[in-house]
């Protein structure tokens, strides 16, 4: 998503800083500190304007919620939603999800929540595709054995091909749905920004992927 | 496929017995003998009509194609065509898909094609689907170690459950394509008669499957 620069952002930012982490390193391992208690923790990279992850967390106040996003703009609008919600398990991070596992622990994150990603659709740009094996790495590293990768995409091509990447890295598929709207998953579904806009344009792609094989079949 | 019993069909099956087989077990390990060459054997469990499978014997003089088929109306549709195209890389196989690894020898078959299979949409079903565990049990006998299975359906359901089933089983992916007709690859692509009549209608899922993986990521 590219929004136009807004010149409050930066500010607003820096006024928030009880909901909003611009130096995630420092937090690395620790944070459960961040809430005010000490439950699961998941994810979601990429977080755009925010309305997954903040309807997320009021959802479900027994997970802290963290939404990384790199764009400072966007991030911004996100956190006008944060602050307005005053959830308490609900945290921003402002970076960029390519350095997860330099500030997070060793299965630290209980889930990772991959919504409408940048597709990078020239096959030279693969690599900066959110579910490419770098990226997989790194995610195997941060999520606990049993956490699984939640994926969403309107976007075929990019779904195509995390499906093949997931399933050739060794990934376990537990629920997919090629048009989750039409679908008995729809009732659970909390929809981003995008996903309300576009959804009546062609289907929803959806998966939930596990690095270990967590269930008999 | 549902089609209504024809009286004819009995007897030119009879009549035909130099390109149709009713008791494929006596051919078990000497498939090759029922062609003039001895060259690669590709299979189609259930090929309904034949234009599929016909069609390719055309363009592929190089493979020894075998379609299976249980219903005699059906079969008996598809061996007119058959006799027609007298091309000598073309036999039929009148019997049920589930007993394939009764008569393949281990590791006889090049690619097993599935096409358009019966999606079975109740789950109590979901044993009788052709992409079932069981099934890829017998399909991972009889075929060679680096051989593919070849998997089209407009049923979305069947293309889910077929998906998580490759992927739990430990099978490796190459092509997944989830709107075949609007693909790139959709230039090589040989239609079947179910397909040439329901692709404008949704989309067609395909995706080719092995056991091994024999191609680096």
Do not use: C
């Amino acid at each position: 998503m590219r929004v136009r620069n807004k010149p409050w952002a930066k500010d607003f930012i820096k006024d928030h800083s009880e909901y909003i982490v611009d130096n995630p390193e420092q937090w690395k391992g620790k944070w459960s500190n961040r809430f005010n208690k000490n439950q699961p923790i998941h994810v979601e990279i990429g977080t755009g304007k925010g309305q997954f992850i903040v309807e997320m967390a009021r959802e479900h106040p027994e997970i802290n919620f963290l939404g990384i996003e790199i764009q400072e703009t966007v991030i911004a609008i996100a956190l006008k939603k944060v602050v307005a919600s005053e959830l308490p398990n609900l945290q921003m991070v402002h970076t960029d999800g390519a350095g997860i596992d330099t500030f997070f622990d060793e299965h630290e994150i209980d889930t990772i929540y991959l919504n409408f990603s940048d597709p990078w659709p020239k096959k030279r740009h693969a690599k900066r595709r959110l579910t490419s094996p770098k990226f997989l790495d790194s995610y195997k590293k941060v999520l606990k054995k049993d956490a699984p990768i939640v994926f969403k995409t309107d976007n075929r091509g990019l779904f195509e091909y995390s499906i093949i990447t997931f399933n050739n890295y060794g990934m376990y598929f537990d629920l997919l749905s090629l048009d989750l709207h039409n679908s008995e998953y729809i009732e659970d579904n909390i929809e981003t920004e995008y996903e309300h806009k576009f959804s009546a344009k062609g289907p929803i792609y959806k998966v939930i992927a596990y690095f270990n094989k967590n269930k008999e079949d």
